[in-house]
């Protein structure tokens, strides 16, 4: 009983280089769309939307092919460092949720949303605030899943496309399960699949009731047990708990160079702020910081140290403002705003000059 106590959310930005391309411009949205080769036009697909994908455009053809299955396609050649800082991005926004975050790939993630306390956020509402935070600063679209394991999770962040979220209630993780095909399992192995197609097992279900012996033979006696509690929603690892950062950071690039100075203003104080955000989920407190204003000619910078590390939102926001108000003069020109906060430590209690008195005896 205590896994089906657990909140797993599933996360599904699946295609996540589409899902970027069309943030980045909003024109492409609804139309096909091929990304990856060289800037001559040669190379392979790295991703296509689902419309090219009906044409029959598949990740790993030329782009040649693609063009001949898809001439009504945009192409773009992509950006490996944008789609790395979008990641970085789509991490933070989980940390914010939860430590407990793994990214198996830049496509998903999954994130424990168990409350630690009774008092802790509610696991539907922590969800519906990743979804909406995806969108809001990233214009990524999410489908979710929330069950008590991973793979129950995952298969109902697909049935939740597009941007759905569907909940697998406490005790119905089987009968959710049971129905689907062995398919779905997508880590088994091809002659495993195979095994369990001979021996008559062609769904969750139909695993989930085998006889010990029956799944035993088409398996193994290692991986038997370990198939069957899957199935049923049991028995999976804990997702990782993530590492402290060493530093964290918070980026913008402005599109409109012609952006005034209070328009840029309130960018770095929203930045500031989710910076100082990604300090709360590992309790750590930062005592650098630093501002930097990019132009396409030069980037200039200015940092700070505290005394005494911060983590409060609008102390930080505060100092970000004061550090990059000489940066932007002028104005115009400016193509990317930065926050950084660094010297992260986790706050050591500190000795009262006045310690409470003791009551008498």
Do not use: C, N
Request: hydrophobic residues 40%; glycine residues 8%.
């Amino acid at each position: 009983m205590r896994d089906r106590a657990r909140s797993i959310l599933h996360v599904d930005l699946d295609p996540f280089i589409v899902s970027v391309e069309r943030s980045l411009d909003p024109s492409l949205r609804g139309r096909p769309l091929v990304v990856g080769g060289d800037q001559d036009g040669s190379g392979f697909v790295a991703a296509a939307s689902e419309e090219a994908r009906r044409t029959g455009v598949r990740v790993g053809q030329t782009l040649a092919q693609a063009r001949r299955l898809s001439p009504d396609a945009v192409f773009r050649p992509g950006s490996l460092d944008t789609y790395g800082r979008v990641g970085e991005e789509v991490t933070a926004v989980l940390l914010a949720a939860s430590r407990r975050v793994e990214r198996p790939s830049a496509d998903e993630a999954y994130v424990d949303l168990t409350p630690d306390q009774h008092d802790g956020p509610r696991p539907v509402r922590a969800a519906e605030t990743i979804r909406d935070e995806l969108q809001r600063r990233l214009g990524l679209d999410a489908s979710l899943g929330l069950a008590s394991s991973r793979l129950a999770a995952r298969i109902s962040s697909g049935w939740a496309k597009p941007r759905g979220l569907l909940v697998v209630l406490p005790g119905y993780e089987l009968s959710f399960l049971a129905p689907r095909p062995i398919s779905v399992l997508g880590d088994l192995p091809p002659h495993l699949e195979a095994a369990l197609q001979r021996a008559g097992l062609a769904t969750l279900g139909d695993v989930a009731e085998a006889d010990d012996k029956v799944l035993e033979a088409a398996v193994g006696p290692l991986a038997a047990p370990r198939l069957r509690a899957a199935v049923r929603g049991e028995g999976e690892e804990p997702v990782a708990l993530a590492t402290s950062p060493s530093s964290v950071q918070e980026e913008a690039h402005v599109r409109d160079p012609r952006s005034d100075r209070e328009a840029l203003e309130q960018i770095v104080d929203a930045l500031a702020r989710r910076a100082a955000g990604r300090l709360k989920p590992f309790h750590l407190v930062a005592r650098g910081i630093k501002v930097e204003v990019r132009r396409p000619v030069a980037a200039r910078q200015r940092s700070e140290t505290f005394a005494l590390g911060v983590a409060d939102e609008d102390v930080i926001a505060t100092r970000a403002q004061a550090l990059v108000a000489p940066l932007l003069d002028p104005a115009d020109g400016v193509r990317a705003l930065q926050v950084r906060l660094s010297r992260l430590e986790t706050p050591t209690p500190q000795t009262s000059i006045f310690p409470a008195l003791r009551p008498a005896r």
